[in-house]
T-cell receptor
Framework: DSGVTQTPKHLITATGQRVTLRCSPR?????VYWYQQSLDQGLQFLIQ???????AKGNILERFSAQQFPDLHSELNLSSLELGDSALYFC????????????FGPGTRLTVT | AQSVAQPEDQVNVAEGNPLTVKCTYS??????LFWYVQYPNRGLQFLLK??????LVKGSYGFEAEFNKSQTSFHLKKPSALVSDSALYFC?????????FGAGTRLFVKA
């Protein structure tokens, strides 16, 4: 158990809908990262927050947004969902940037029908 | 552009034999390199990292990796493979505030 929790585990929704994925980092970790894992595109970095502030953006679509709250939990919002958004979404946390390893949650499997 | 490459989609090895999973990098400055493993239906787990210092890094579950600056490589190795090592392995680089993962290499260890 990495200490990172993600909810829900599974999510099935229809195209055009909006969903929110939630992540609680390990106790003491200030950085939260979001990744998308799909079969054809591997593991893609989406966005990183550090102590409530956005630190880095990767290949995150404009339909997606995220935030980190004062209690350090984070939410990833996906809107106007398309079939291609079906994937595993992982959250990870770390103590600090660059030199620190990341601890991954179990992921949320999103299926868009 | 910064990148991490895993040239092999799949590696097959017999149990008890040594294994190597390859990773090469193309980055500017001093690289921070990591290896992670992913078992089916699980999140990634950290194995080891290279930040600075000794080029041979030891990690979890008997794995080690050798940082080679002249060849820009960071290959993952284990002297004797176990069937339970079968999984998906990712090499990763952290630069600035971004983490870039390789495409992953699926390791099959046959009994």
């Amino acid at each position: 158990d990495s200490g990172v929790t993600q909810t829900p585990k599974h999510l099935i929704t229809a195209t055009g809908q909006r969903v929110t994925l939630r992540c609680s980092p390990r106790s003491g970790d200030l950085s939260v990262y979001w990744y998308q894992q799909s079969l054809d595109q591997g593991l893609q970095f989406l966005i990183q927050y550090y102590n409530g502030e956005e630190r880095a953006k990767g290949n995150i679509l404009e339909r997606f947004s995220a935030q980190q709250f004062p209690d350090l939990h984070s939410e990833l919002n996906l809107s106007s969902l398309e079939l291609g958004d079906s994937a595993l979404y992982f959250c990870a946390s770390s103590v600090e940037n660059r030199a620190s390893e990341q601890y991954f949650g179990p992921g949320t499997r999103l299926t868009v029908t | 552009a910064q990148s991490v490459a895993q040239p092999e989609d799949q590696v097959n090895v017999a149990e008890g034999n040594p294994l190597t999973v390859k990773c090469t990098y193309s980055v500017s400055g001093n690289p921070y390199l990591f290896w992670y493993v992913q078992y089916p239906n699980r999140g990634l787990q950290f194995l080891l990292k290279y930040i600075t210092g000794d080029n041979l890094v030891k990690g979890s579950y008997g794995f080690e990796a050798e940082f080679n600056k002249s060849q820009t490589s960071f290959h993952l190795k284990k002297p004797s493979a176990l069937v339970s090592d079968s999984a998906l392995y990712f090499c990763a680089y952290t630069g600035g505030f971004k983490t870039i993962f390789g495409a992953g290499t699926r390791l099959f260890v046959k009994a």
